[in-house]
């Protein structure tokens, strides 16, 4: 099983308009060099900076996006701006994301098959399963952590996983600079969840 992490985001859904965000000060707090691609109207901005990039739309939603090479030190950085500037404009909703690809060699049986009972779903529907998901939610720290599998149609021994934490508004201080060390490290933390999550298939022989 090979495990491959695709990338990372923020998503902040407040009254932030396009036009609000100061890539200035953006660049100054990460040390980013200007923006490659920079579009700013009252309809949409977006900055373009090789491993991040800020989308705003008009109706309030930013969202920070992050390729699997950004280091620690950058996405904290990031983070940390993007969260600053959007905290006056009352955020109802907050969510650190990630997301990876699973990849089951030819002979490798889908390890979720040992977390579901398959022969119910037989039994019910009649029908016999060939691609198969989860999704569990649970209570991470102050905040509300999903995790969700989802096969991919194109290939049979692929599936996508994606990692969710929410937050109703923007967290606090000491929370909220927990929260954007998990995101940092997601890169690493996530795919060591979903081993565990599915290592009494797997085992440590399957190991990438």
Same mark, same amino acid.
């Given at each position: 099983m090979r495990?491959?992490?695709?990338?990372?985001?923020?998503? %902040?859904?407040?009254?932030?308009?396009?036009?609000?965000?100061? &890539?200035?000060? &953006? *660049?100054?707090?990460?040390?980013? @060099?200007?923006?490659?691609? =920079?579009? +700013?109207?009252?309809?949409?901005?977006? $900055? *373009?900076?090789?491993?991040?990039?800020?989308?705003?739309?008009?109706?309030? /939603?930013? !969202? &920070?996006?992050? !390729?699997?090479?950004?280091?620690?030190?950058?996405?904290?950085?990031?983070?940390? *701006?993007?969260? %600053?500037?959007?905290?006056?404009? $009352?955020?109802?909703?907050?969510? &650190?994301?990630?997301? =990876? /690809?699973?990849?089951? $060699?030819d002979?490798?049986? @889908?390890?979720?098959?040992?977390?579901?009972?398959?022969?119910?779903? +037989? *039994?019910?529907?009649?029908? !016999?399963?060939?691609?198969?998901?989860?999704?569990? +939610?649970?209570?991470?720290?102050?905040? /509300?952590?999903? +995790?969700e599998?989802?096969? @991919?149609?194109?290939?049979?021994?692929?599936s996508?996983?994606?990692?969710?934490?929410?937050?109703?508004?923007?967290?606090?201080d000491?929370?909220?600079?927990?929260?954007?060390?998990?995101?940092?490290? =997601?890169? @690493?933390?996530?795919?060591?969840?979903?081993? /565990? =999550?599915?290592?009494?298939?797997?085992?440590? !022989?399957?190991?990438?």
């Open positions: 495990l491959d992490f695709q990338g990372r985001n923020i998503l %902040c859904l407040s009254s932030m308009p396009p036009t609000a965000f100061d &890539f200035g000060a &953006f *660049e100054q707090a990460t040390g980013l @060099d200007r923006a490659a691609t =920079l579009v +700013v109207n009252p309809q949409l901005a977006i $900055a *373009e900076y090789g491993r991040v990039q800020i989308v705003i739309t008009p109706d309030g /939603r930013l !969202q &920070f996006a992050a !390729q699997p090479n950004a280091s620690r030190d950058l996405l904290r950085s990031a983070a940390g *701006e993007v969260v %600053c500037q959007v905290s006056p404009y $009352a955020p109802t909703g907050v969510g &650190f994301n990630g997301l =990876l /690809r699973i990849q089951l $060699a002979d490798e049986t @889908d390890p979720l098959t040992a977390l579901l009972d398959e022969s119910i779903i +037989v *039994e019910r529907l009649g029908v !016999q399963v060939t691609q198969r998901g989860l999704k569990l +939610v649970y209570p991470l720290d102050d905040a /509300r952590a999903t +995790v599998i989802a096969p @991919d149609e194109a290939d049979a021994q692929a996508i996983a994606g990692i969710n934490r929410h937050y109703s508004s923007l967290p606090a000491d929370a909220l600079n927990d929260a954007i060390s998990w995101f940092a490290a =997601l890169s @690493d933390e996530f795919p060591a969840l979903v081993r /565990r =999550l599915l290592a009494p298939v797997v085992g440590d !022989q399957n190991a990438a």
